[in-house]
Nanobody, 124 residues
Framework: VQLQASGGGLVQAGGSLRLSCAAS????????VGWFRQGPGKGREFVAA????????KYADSVKGRFSISRDSAKGTVDLQMNSLNSEDTAVYYC??????????????????WGQGTLVTVSS
């Protein structure tokens, strides 16, 4: 499964971006999907995740109330709506997927497939 993360870019602090994770040639409807990020000089950290069954979501405390993960059933993608962005959100954002998992996965080792990342830069 090849994942493609898109939607990154340059945005001013307080602004919004919407990232999208797509799988080539298939829908992500049967996959648990997570978003992770890696900022400058930092390790990869969990951002948000959605389970494959039931649509249970989970968020990192740092993004709770600002970010929202959702499935676009028409497109077969999993999107990450990011609002009220600040400089701490500057990072390369990665999406990851695992087939048929009933809980949102917060650890990188839980995922089988990874996208290449999309850069989000928040200017202050």
């Amino acid at each position: 499964v090849q994942l493609q993360a898109s939607g990154g870019g340059l945005v001013q602090a307080g602004g919004s971006l919407r990232l999208s994770c797509a799988a080539s040639g298939r829908t992500l409807s049967d996959y648990a999907v997570g978003w992770f990020r890696q900022g400058p000089g930092k390790g990869r950290e969990f951002v948000a995740a959605v389970s494959s069954i039931g649509g249970t979501t989970k968020y990192a405390d740092s993004v709770k109330g600002r970010f929202s993960i959702s499935r676009d059933s028409a497109k077969g993608t999993v999107d990450l709506q990011m609002n009220s962005l600040n400089s701490e959100d500057t990072a390369v954002y990665y999406c990851a997927a695992r087939l048929t998992y009933s809980s949102p996965l917060v650890y990188t080792l839980g995922y089988t497939y990874w996208g290449q990342g999309t850069l989000v830069t928040v200017s202050s």
